[in-house]
């Protein structure tokens, strides 16, 4: 938005001056900007070739989650208002890149899901079972659908809002996502299994599927998931070891 566009010029040097909310591989930190509260996500640097690739192949991650939060708009699926990205290059190499939304002072899932099945989490994770229907009928495929990137809170009107984040990795379709699809989309869901079967189970009867076999084909894909995560895992561990 044009009123943003002096701080989306200032933000390298004023990155430091917002109030943190997260480090690890990506930082967020929130600024007050003429009177309104944005968050600012400034991705990991890429190193070796995709430094590169980023600057002249492919779009930088918050280039792609601008975009991505724009197309869900359109698709009526709630994100953090996107407000604007900026790329900084050290020549012809992709140096940093930052994007730019509205806060958003709701929660994340793994909150209800870890605390399942106390009486509170069951009406919200039925609505979460009816959010994640209605994002798979719109088409979306987010390719890290999780109980963490999916942010929660009262709607005020005795319901629950949803907002997806962490959107620089998602698919569009023309249609609603397949069977096939959707519960492979779900298998990053990584939490009690009692509270994974039974937002199967909600989510299968709001499809029309058979509750039984959506229960059992997600849970084998969770499993295959989980499975190949950890050897992966593992299999890092000892290469690391190794050097």
């Known amino acids: 938005m044009e009123r943003f566009r002096s701080f989306l010029e200032e933000l390298p040097a004023r990155f430091g001056e917002g109030e943190l909310l997260f480090r690890g591989r990506n930082e ?28 002249h192949l492919r779009k930088s991650k918050a280039r792609r989650a601008f975009e991505h939060g724009m197309e869900l708009g359109q698709r009526n699926i709630p994100t953090p208002e996107p407000i604007g990205w900026r790329e900084d290059y050290a020549g ?47 088409g979306i495929e987010h390719e890290d659908f999780n109980n963490g990137n ?6 005020g009107r005795g319901g629950y809002r949803f907002e997806l984040i962490d959107i620089n990795r998602m698919h569009f379709r023309p249609r609603p996502l397949t069977p096939r699809e ?15 079967t039974y937002i199967l189970g909600r989510y299968g009867e709001l499809r029309g599927w058979d509750n039984y076999y959506t229960q059992l084909r997600g849970c084998k894909r969770l499993a295959r998931f989980i499975t190949l995560r950890d050897w992966r895992y593992e299999l890092k561990r000892v290469l690391l070891r190794r050097k």
């Open 92 to 138: 012809c190499l992709l140096r940093e890149s930052y994007l730019v939304t509205r806060y958003s002072d709701l929660r994340p899932l793994s909150e209800v899901t870890n605390a399942f099945p106390a009486p509170h989490t069951l009406p919200v994770l039925d609505a979460f079972a009816a959010f994640t229907a209605e994002v798979h009928r719109a």
């Open 150 to 155: 999916t942010q929660w809170g009262p709607d």
């Open 182 to 196: 959707s519960l492979h989309n779900l298998r990053r869901i990584t939490c009690p299994m009692t509270a994974y």
């Open 28 to 55: 967020i930190r929130s600024f007050m900007v003429g009177g309104e509260r944005l968050t600012v996500k400034r991705f990991r640097k890429p190193s070796g070739l995709n430094a590169f690739l980023y600057g």
